[in-house]
């Protein structure tokens, strides 16, 4: 094998062509665009660490103050924490002293007081004397002690507690007659070592009903305070006693609270008095304003049908079915019982039924042109309104109409004009080329008697 190395030739690099070289001035432009932004990526790169910078220094500081708010906190609760168990052993050592010094306290002076009379009336030891006086005080207080844990849990303690007392009189006068006189005449003594045994179940019973309760009021089992009124009881003894009977069953404290309610109870029930005597005055009233709508349709009715004993019969019991059962109907209005149909269903004015609107009333233009156009339709169409015509092109009521034809008629009867019942009515030029009224009417068409003169049905639209 013939192995011969070629030589290694460099290849040269290839020239920039003259065409694309950049100039010198080119050259130092793009060198020292490329320092400034060299130079603006370092202010950025320097500005964004400062700006870190602050923010973790920042984050360092909120740590911290949360870190030392945390502490005070802990800090401030146990000191609280602390301050409340101390708080409430004082409490407690005041509660155990005051026991020790009330309690205990009087059953050492018996003890000591029978100690004294058995070592020195009795002439026993001083062990013995000592050993027997503090069982027998002991008695006394060990049954006074399941009576007030009884107490305590709930249960009864009579039997126990009488037993307390029992036993705590026996003692007592036991101790008394150590230290009496002759025939038993009390000494300062035999009262003193007396009354301090029979002190002692009384002070137990004190103690142990405090705190029952405390812990019936501590679970709501018992009623709060009854509220205090001071002077109020001199001089408002009535509103005063009213205040404290509402409290007490509503179990509410406060004396303003109370005097407010009784007060606004008070001004309730002057409302209510005040809206049954207007209950009874709208009554009243209501009952007199039917009577008078009644007596109002009777005149009319009698006006125009004269009087009938049926009508009459039937007017009176309707007089007295309202005046029984006024209190239970509802509110009534002269118009509602105005003889005649209105003209726009039940009411004067044309407006809707069952509305609270008060009545048009006619006034005295109202009057004159009603009579105008009824004077008109008699002279240019012989032709009377009826009533109902009337009332319907004024908007008033009926009888209003029935009342402005009359007065047409009349009037025009005075000038000679002639209103037969059948037939147009006759001019007074006319009237005298008719003959007069003959046996052709009818005898018992008699006239009705309206406003003060004598008419027929017919002579006013036959429709009356």
Known sequence: MNDRSE????????????????????????????KVRAARIADDERRRRRIQAEQDREEQEQRRAAAQLRRTTTRSIRSAAART?????LKKWRDTAVLVGAIVGVNLVAIVGQVAAFHEGFEWSMPVALGAAAVIESIAIYVGWHAHTALIEGDSVVRLRAASYFIALVVGGLNYSHYAGEGGTPTEEAVMFGMASLLSPWLWALHSRHQHRQQLRADGLIDPRAPKFGLRW??????????????????????????????AGNAAGNAKDALYAAERALTKVQSDALKLAL????????????EDPEATEAREGI???????????????????????SPAGGNETGTEAGTQQEPKRPSDQDNDEARKFIRDSIRYRKVVPSKGDVAAKFKFSQSWGYDRVVEVREELSAKGWLFPNSGPPVSPSASKQTPARSSEESPSEEPTAVNGATVSSSAVGGDV
């Open 234 to 263: 001199i001089f408002h003894y009535r509103e005063t006693m009213s205040a404290l009977s509402w409290a007490v069953g509503e179990g509410v404290q406060s004396p303003a609270v109370a005097i407010a309610a009784v007060r």
């Open 85 to 89: 168990r101390w708080q409430a052993r």
């Open 7 to 34: 030589p290694l030739t460099s290849t040269p690099a290839p020239r920039p062509d003259p065409a694309t070289r950049l100039t010198r001035a080119e050259r130092r432009e793009r060198d020292a665009a490329a």
């Open 319 to 341: 007089a007295r079915f309202v005046a029984r059962f006024q209190p239970l109907l509802p509110p009534l209005s002269l118009r509602e019982l105005v003889p005649g149909d």
């Open 295 to 306: 007596t109002h349709l009777a005149a009319v009715a009698h006006d125009l049908d004269r």
